[in-house]
């Protein structure tokens, strides 16, 4: 990876978390202005379970990793009255077996019972790191191992009095680049305004939150994200760091938009969406999660033919690749 190290300024306590300035080490840029196309298959590649399964309401929010020359899925899954993560494997990315529940809500914690699952996973210094959604108001907890043992408290808390994630945080996303890990999360504000941020650590239990979030805004009256941004995706290609993300329409409805950045604090929305073409997916495409191999940037999604922006949308996984158009000239 090109480009300076992090920069870390003066952390310091403040209210319910810590904070600090900082970027993301630095990408060489490219071309003042990009697009992309997106190619998806028509059918979901992972569905719901039968009756009365722990994931028979809705299958959505992949969390992609490469292992032992597989693929692994940690996917959210929700019954109609509670979340849960499982687990899907695969040998090619399309077709996966389920391998069960992997973890549940413990309502006699922090977690309050109701979710345990919008997660993310990471293989860090060769251990199974997952960070999953918990809790009232939402916070961030954490799971280790191939057990998926649970830290005691969760790891990121909302922030303080008229924070602009006081009411909750989520999504997260986690990503590593030179040996530091970036958690990017939703928060949420007393006005009911999601918007995205991000976070760094050194070792997956203690984070530092940007100073300066949120680093996404809303979108602007009648746009495709302007009632809510979340679930964010985040990889570097192209010279660029890029971020799928989903955002919330008036109507209930979403889609997902790309943004770029070279520092991975400010960030440049693209033109162009990417909708649901297909019945199972028209209303809500959602939840992002990306792997890139070689020249493909290949992203496995959530979708339902409900606009909703929770759950009970007939949500299942699909998969699609996106191809950034970049001139040739820019490094690969």
């Known amino acids: ?83 849960r993560t499982g687990k899907a494997v695969s040998t090619d990315g399309f077709n996966w077996t389920k391998t069960g529940e992997v973890l ?81 999360y939703l928060g949420m504000d007393r006005a009911r305004r999601q918007r995205i941020g991000v976070a760094m650590s050194e070792d997956g239990v203690r984070w530092l939150k940007l100073r300066a979030n949120p680093i996404l805004e809303l979108g602007r009256d009648g746009a495709f994200d302007e009632n809510g941004l979340g679930e964010p995706a985040v990889w570097a290609s192209n010279g660029f760091y890029w971020m799928l993300y989903t955002g919330r329409s008036r109507l209930e409805q979403r889609k997902l938009g790309l943004a770029r950045s070279i520092d991975g604090v400010r960030w440049e929305k693209l033109p162009g969406v990417i909708a649901g073409g297909q019945p199972w997916d028209r209303e809500v495409i959602c939840d992002p999660a990306v792997l890139v191999e070689g020249g493909r940037i290949r992203v496995w999604f959530g979708g ?29």
Request: aromatic fraction near 14%; charge should be negative; glycine fraction near 12%.
């Open 104 to 184: 549940a809500p413990n309502a006699s914690t922090w977690e309050k019972g109701y979710i345990a699952a919008n997660g993310s996973a990471i293989e860090f210094r060769g251990r199974l790191l997952y960070y999953y959604q918990a809790g009232a108001p939402p916070q961030i907890g954490l799971a280790r191992g191939d057990s998926l043992e649970k830290a005691k408290q969760p790891v990121l808390e909302p922030g303080p009095y008229e924070a602009w994630d006081e009411r909750g945080v989520a999504d997260p996303y986690v990503t590593e680049f030179e040996g530091k890990l970036y958690l990017f």
């Open 1 to 83: 990876m090109r480009g300076r190290r992090w920069l870390l300024v003066f952390p310091f306590l403040a209210g319910c978390g810590r904070y600090a300035d900082f970027t993301l080490p630095l990408q060489p840029g490219g071309a003042a202005a990009t697009g992309f196309t997106w190619h998806a298959r028509p059918e979901p590649v992972l569905t719901r379970g039968a009756v009365g399964a722990w994931d028979s309401t809705d299958v959505l929010n992949p969390s992609l990793l490469q292992s032992g020359g597989l693929y692994l899925n940690f996917y959210s899954g929700y019954d109609g009255r509670i979340w």
């Open 304 to 332: 339902g033919d409900r606009p909703s922006p929770d759950q009970n949308l007939d949500g299942q996984i699909g998969y699609g690749e996106l191809e950034l158009l970049v001139p040739p000239s820019l490094p690969q």
